[in-house]
């Protein structure tokens, strides 16, 4: 009789557990392209300074991100439809603390030329130009 060896079976349980492992791996390697869009969108916030101009949005956006990430990892298919909602607020969010911090930083910009320009004329001796 060929009866299969202890070794055997060691075998076969340790290809069932990479065999798990590679399909968990997979899983969160292929989330959603929500949640990749989301990590795109929250590292564009972080790009814009919006740690400094939008922080509040930004850390909201930051807090869905992590409970999306943490929700695509569960094995029930209801918790990942959650996470993917999660990843595209947390997406929403960063877009528009990213734009919010663009705008603040475009609106200091133009203040700074308007300045210069006010500083130039009375160095000139011109008179003050009415702002709108």
Known sequence: MNEPSFAHFRRRLYALVVASGLA????????????????????????????????????????????????????????RREADQLARQAAADADLARVRSDRAQAEAGLLQRRDEIARLRESLGLPAEATP
């Open 24 to 79: 968990v791996t997979a899983q969160a390697q292929v989330a959603s392209p929500d949640l990749h869009r989301a990590q795109q969108a929250v590292q564009q916030a972080q790009d814009a300074d919006a740690d400094h101009y939008a922080p509040e949005l930004l850390d909201t956006a930051r807090q869905a991100l992590v409970r999306a990430q943490a929700g695509a990892l569960s094995r029930s298919r209801g918790e």
